[in-house]
Nanobody, 120 residues
Framework: QVQLVESGGGLVQPGGSLGLACAAS????????MSWYRQAPGKERELVAH????????NYADSMKGRCTISRDNAKNMVYLQMNSLRPEDTAVYYC?????????????WGQGTQVIVSS
């Protein structure tokens, strides 16, 4: 079955760095666009970053540009998010997302999320 398992969340001080990882299985990872989303308490889920299937193109939310990097390793079915210069407003549950097409339909797979808390 399809699985996306995030890891790397935790408590970090403002200005610190944190790396997240997502392990994927059960689908053809190399054909899917991978993304990181986050959801803070009382707020809507928002896109943090995405990366194309080959890893050739990336995009970031304006609030995170210059502070994070998304990458993937198709040989290992892994996608990563390296975050730097973290702020308290970055506190959220971070979710790994896979998006592709099956029978001409867009499909989305989601991980369970990993908590990131930025606090002193």
């Amino acid at each position: 079955q399809v699985q996306l398992v995030e890891s790397g969340g935790g408590l970090v001080q403002p200005g610190g760095s944190l790396g997240l990882a997502c392990a994927a299985s059960g689908f053809t990872f190399s054909r899917f666009v991978m993304s990181w989303y986050r959801q803070a308490p009382g707020k809507e889920r928002e896109l943090v970053a995405h990366i194309t299937s080959s890893g050739g193109s990336t995009n970031y939310a304006d609030s995170m540009k210059g502070r994070c990097t998304i990458s993937r390793d198709n040989a290992k079915n892994m996608v990563y998010l390296q975050m730097n210069s973290l702020r308290p407003e970055d506190t959220a549950v971070y979710y790994c997302n896979a998006r592709g097409r099956l029978w001409m339909k867009d499909v989305d797979y989601w991980g369970q999320g990993t908590q990131v808390i930025v606090s002193s």
